[in-house]
């Protein structure tokens, strides 16, 4: 999934910049690719392992 995930997200941060590069661009072009851009940073940092993610280790004093 991982795989997938960053291609697609190149592909959408390389077209919101190509639709910023226009003398008038679309606004609701520029409002969807931002959208599918921070869902698909949300779907990749749900896929990375948090730092502390042993269950074993506490930090109670």
Not at 1 to 7: Q, T, Y
């Given at each position: ?8 997200l190149l592909?959408a ?6 639709e910023q590069?226009?003398?008038?661009p ?11 851009f921070?869902f698909?940073?949300f ?10 993610s042993?269950p ?6």
């Amino acid at each position: 999934m991982k795989k997938l995930l960053i291609p697609v997200l190149l592909i959408a941060a390389a077209f919101l910049l190509y639709e910023q590069s226009k003398e008038t661009p679309n606004v609701y072009l520029t409002a969807l690719s931002i959208v599918v851009f921070m869902f698909l940073l949300f779907k990749l940092n749900a896929r990375i392992p948090h730092k502390n993610s042993n269950p074993n280790e506490s930090d109670d004093v």
